[in-house]
């Protein structure tokens, strides 16, 4: 079964989830704001085997007003380290804005590893607490189960991150150059530069 069989519909649910005159804000700006778009760029510290180490992150996507305080949607993910291993997926986000200048978000998703193709999903869970749609600090855990018929065995990989985000129209010049970074380490890496 081909891993990317759900990005079409993915591209459906985004494109059509509102109407086309739909008003965005990166922020929460007023009750005319209907439709929220997620772009952010991360740069973490990751905790599990083999020990503390750097990871990128960019997450993408947009979400739907439920109300004046709240929203909700889908946002892929993308994520990678200096190891180097490449993950990306997709999940949901939940917004909670507790006043006009702070918001909590939380973030469930699906990442399949890009360089194992018989490995499985990883579940990917992130918080952040973050100031207007601009600077957030972020948190989140990966677990993937390897052990016998899906079971928790010796095999399981846990990683824990920590890190700062940069959101809003800031985010897409913090995924990119997050990107470009872990894509230098990488190469780095794999030439045994570092």
Known sequence: MHKTHWYPALLAVLATATPLQAQICYSRTGPHCSLVPVTEGALLMSFGKPGISWSAMARAGALLRLGSNSAAGVV?????????????????????????????????????????????????????????DRVAITAGVERTARGARGGIGPGDVTVRHVGVSLGGPYGVVAGLVTGIIVGVATAKHEFHVL
């Open 76 to 132: 892929g993910m993308f994520l990678a380290d200096v190891e180097p291993r490449w993950r990306v997926g997709a999940g949901l986000r939940y917004r909670r804005w507790m006043s006009p200048v702070v918001r909590l978000d939380g973030d469930a998703a699906l990442l399949w590893d890009t360089e194992v193709t018989d490995a499985p999903p990883r579940l990917a869970v992130f918080g952040s607490v973050g100031w207007g």
